[in-house]
């Protein structure tokens, strides 16, 4: 009976469009009721959703009394909806997957009694992991039983995100819980299962994945003094800045990361900065706060939000709470904070060149050159930067596009359509290609790094997708005259991570 049952159940997975790894994976996940928390580690773009989505129509056809719960990134959220409604009516079942947002939750509390929980009592609910893990959402989730939940791309779960997982393993409330991931998260408590290129295969046993090469090219520059100088003022900056403040260390990594993405980055970010900081500082000048009120301390934890600082980053997040609790400098402290930003605006107008634009704009014309039907991405994790580089690429006479997090799912996918049958420049960022593929692109330029090697090991998994048939190579701006430390420290531990030339897993 018992082999009789894993055939079905095979066969089912099967029909479903899963490939071998999938199906055995998944039987082995429904046979271990035992270790309620696992993972499945496997290469981008090799239909991890896909396969979590069998599982859970898999559950709903076994009894549709169940409360699943999938917690995944804000940007592919519709994905998983279209796909769970797409598997669930090849089944028969007309249920509908409930996408939970603040608006979403705030219907649900109206719709029952005070005290009563808000959760369906069975159902499909989608949801950020972001706003799962807010202080006043996280212990309704864990005021319910759940029958099955995923976490995709648990690999982010860091910081209060990973907070959040532990209470809820430790809350018993979660029959069984699967983790994805391109690359391990090292969580406790957590069984880990890893997929290899290797591992992919038809049902005929031959290899999905061709043996192309994984290669990185590093296009090297120098900043000129006046750049070079600046950014010795900004390091000083940011300094004193992290010395004077309990979260002053978030702050100085905001600041850097804005100033390793573009000159027009960073100049906006420290406008934000300015203008968020510059009520007090009238304020003090007519004295209206003196520098022994207590109502100093009160009135500058509200002059910067996450908004103010991050401006337009689409891939760092912060807890707003913690920011402004650590707005703890003094008066005297504040203002030689603000004469020295006032300096670095001033210093930065005077730069009319540069270098890194000019290295990426050479890179195109010489060592890249754009002909019909060739696909370059140059990604950035900032907007303005992106806003920035397409303004000042016009002269290229090629196609571009511009694909940013502001852009609805429908619009990004009308882009991407048009990129792919003309060919051209696609600059972009990092929120808008969650739930895109790109396996038909040639080259991928890094105008700026993400904060860590594992984010930019998922830029590789937009490339390097199940039917890719050519080589593919990504390529990074190195400022040689180490203008910014951490930014050469951060290519040194992603050049570490890649695999020797040659290989694919």
């Known amino acids: 009976?018992?082999?009789?049952?894993?055939?079905?159940?095979?066969?089912?997975?099967?029909?479903?469009?899963?490939?071998?790894?999938?199906?055995?994976?998944?039987?082995?996940?429904?046979?271990?009721?035992?270790?309620?928390?696992?993972?499945?580690?496997?290469?981008?773009?090799?239909g991890k959703t896909r396969m979590a989505v069998a599982l859970i129509t898999y559950e709903m056809k076994l009894s549709t009394h169940k409360r699943i719960l999938v917690l995944a990134q804000t940007a592919i959220l519709n994905q998983w909806?279209?796909?769970?409604?797409?598997?669930?009516?090849?089944?028969?079942?007309?249920?509908?997957?409930?996408?939970?947002?603040?608006?979403?939750?705030?219907?649900?509390?109206s719709s029952v009694s005070p005290g009563e929980s808000p959760w369906p009592t069975t159902g499909i609910v989608l949801m950020s992991i972001d706003f799962a893990k807010r202080d006043d959402i996280a212990p309704s989730i864990m005021s319910v039983d759940w029958d099955f939940v995923i976490f995709d791309d648990s690999h982010l779960l860091r910081g209060k995100r990973r907070v959040f997982f532990n209470l809820l393993q430790k809350s018993g409330v979660v029959r069984r819980a699967l983790l994805l991931t391109n690359s391990p998260s090292h969580l406790r408590g957590i069984v880990s299962s890893q997929v290899k290129y290797s591992d992919i295969v038809d049902w005929n046993e031959r290899s999905l994945f061709p043996s192309f090469k994984k290669q990185l090219i590093s296009v090297r520059y120098n900043r000129t003094d006046l750049e070079r100088s600046f950014l010795n003022k900004l390091h000083e900056f940011v300094r004193s800045l992290s010395n004077m403040q309990s979260f002053g260390k978030l702050y100085e990594v905001i600041i850097i990361r804005n100033a390793t993405s573009s000159m027009y980055a960073i100049d906006g970010m420290l406008r934000r900065l300015r203008d968020a900081w510059n009520p007090v500082r009238n304020r003090m000048a007519h004295g209206v706060i003196s520098a022994t009120e207590d109502t100093f301390q009160k009135v500058q934890k509200k002059l910067i939000t996450v908004a103010d600082l991050l401006g337009d980053s689409d891939d760092v997040s912060a807890d707003i709470n913690q920011i402004r609790a650590g707005m703890t400098m003094q008066p005297d402290q504040f203002l030689y904070l603000f004469n020295n930003l006032e300096s670095l605006l001033d210093q930065?107008?005077?730069?009319?060149?540069?270098?890194?634009?000019d290295a990426l704009l050479g890179y195109l014309q010489k060592d890249c050159k754009i002909i019909d039907k060739t696909h370059i991405c140059i990604w950035t994790s900032f907007r303005s930067t992106a806003q920035y580089l397409i303004s000042n690429l016009q002269d290229l006479k090629k196609p571009l596009y511009l694909m940013t997090?502001?852009?609805?799912?429908?619009?990004?996918?009308?882009?991407?359509?048009?990129?792919?049958e003309k060919g051209g420049v696609l600059i972009t960022t990092d929120a808008s290609l969650s739930g895109i593929t790109l396996e038909f692109v040639n080259k991928c330029i890094n105008y700026d790094l993400p904060p860590n090697p594992q984010v930019f090991e998922q830029r590789w998994g937009r490339f390097l997708r199940l039917g890719r048939n050519t080589d593919f190579e990504m390529v990074i701006l190195r400022d040689e005259s180490n203008s910014l430390p951490w930014e050469e420290d951060l290519a040194k531990a992603i050049e570490d991570t890649l695999l020797p030339e040659g290989s694919n897993s």
Do not use: W
């Open 1 to 46: 009976m018992c082999k009789m049952a894993n055939n079905a159940r095979s066969e089912y997975f099967r029909d479903k469009g899963l490939l071998p790894f999938q199906v055995k994976f998944a039987q082995s996940f429904l046979e271990s009721e035992h270790l309620p928390f696992q993972e499945l580690v496997l290469p981008p773009g090799t």
């Open 81 to 109: 909806k279209s796909e769970l409604i797409s598997m669930l009516l090849s089944e028969g079942q007309t249920i509908t997957p409930l996408i939970v947002d603040r608006k979403m939750y705030l219907e649900l509390e």
């Open 348 to 357: 930065i107008e005077g730069i009319r060149t540069d270098s890194k634009l």
């Open 405 to 420: 997090g502001v852009l609805e799912p429908t619009e990004r996918q009308s882009v991407v359509r048009s990129f792919r």
